[in-house]
């Protein structure tokens, strides 16, 4: 008597599966969120989640580092846009703000679990400090183009004011947790890089 044939194991795509499961943290924060929700939200079985991804720490941190990834090259991309220092800047505050007005708005992921978890968590803490540390190269390289052109100040060094528009660019994800009005974001943008006007 041959045994009876079991169903194949349901296929997925992981980066997908990963999309799903850092929309559910992002959502809901690391505590906050259950491998019931995660089950919930990539659709997979508990079974076929732990053996792609691990456990539900694992699944984070892989999350963040997606988002910190796509995010970073956005900016990359942002920052290499425009005809001027300013303009790029202008463009990627524009790109890495166009959340913050949309009602349900949830802030920067990145923000988020530095908010949650990095005075504890030295791993999560090391993963969005890295990113930070290669934005603001981005930034710097930018900052430096622009005080050579004569549009920014240069009794600041490039690599200080690059550091105030990303720590500037983190608390207005932060606050944006509520929404803030388009045009209230345009406002403080606009303050911003006016503190850079040589």
Known sequence: MTPPRTGRPR???????????????WARGYESTSVADLLEATGLQKGSLYKAFGDK???????????????????????????????????????????CSREGSRGCFGVNAMVELGDHDEEVAA?????????????????????????FR??????????????????????????LPKARVKRLIAGALSALDA
Not at 13 to 21: R, S, V
Not at 137 to 145: G, H, I, K, M
């Open 11 to 25: 296929e997925f795509d992981p980066d997908t599966a990963l999309d799903q499961a850092m929309e559910a943290f």
């Open 57 to 99: 720490r694992s699944l984070y941190l892989a999350a963040l580092r997606r988002y910190l990834d796509t995010g970073h090259e956005r900016a990359r991309q942002a920052l290499c846009g425009g005809n001027s220092a300013r303009e790029a800047l202008t463009g990627w505050f524009e790109c890495m703000t166009s959340g």
């Open 127 to 151: 993963i969005v400090g890295a990113q930070f540390k290669a934005l603001g190269r981005l930034l710097e390289s930018v900052v430096e183009r622009g005080q050579m052109t004569g549009e």
């Open 154 to 179: 240069q009794d600041v060094p490039a690599a200080d004011l690059a550091d105030f528009l990303s720590v500037f660019l983190a608390g207005l994800n932060a606050r944006s947790r509520g929404p």
